[in-house]
């Protein structure tokens, strides 16, 4: 079992930054491929960003590629999503999301992930 928090959020206006946390409990993080998604109000989930479980691969969105970073620490268990020149189309909430067995081609679909986090509130005003 994996228990995700997310914090970090917030409202920033146009242009400014926001950097998102997700802690997980449980001894097998480093075990774990990381994502970060997002769903706006009407709007399905939709795929930000993903970490491989190494860190040696990271995934994006067009939408948000050259803005946004995903990292994550190991010794802290967390993964966070640097957030740089957001737009008002950035807001809404964001979720974490984790699970050992999403392959490279499945990143970006939500139902490969097991574990979710319970979401963080980013509003950009404009």
């Known amino acids: 079992q994996v228990q995700l928090v997310e914090s970090g959020g917030g409202l920033v206006q146009a242009g400014g930054s926001l950097r998102l946390s997700c802690a997980a409990s449980?001894?097998?993080?480093?075990?774990?491929?990381m994502g970060w998604f997002r769903q706006a109000p009407g709007k399905e989930r939709e795929f930000v960003a993903a970490?491989?479980?190494?860190?040696?691969?990271?995934y994006y969105a067009d939408s948000v590629k050259d803005r946004f970073t995903i990292s994550r620490d190991y010794a802290k268990n967390t993964v966070y999503l640097q957030m740089n020149s957001l737009k008002p189309e950035d807001t809404a909430v964001y979720y974490c999301?984790?699970?050992?067995?999403?392959?490279?081609?499945?990143?970006?679909?939500?139902?490969?992930?097991?574990?979710w986090g319970q979401g963080t509130q980013v509003t950009v005003s404009s």
């Open positions: 449980g001894r097998t993080f480093s075990s774990y491929a």
């Open positions: 999301a984790a699970d050992d067995g999403v392959s490279r081609k499945r990143v970006g679909v939500p139902d490969e992930y097991d574990y």
């Open positions: 970490i491989s479980w190494n860190g040696g691969n990271r």
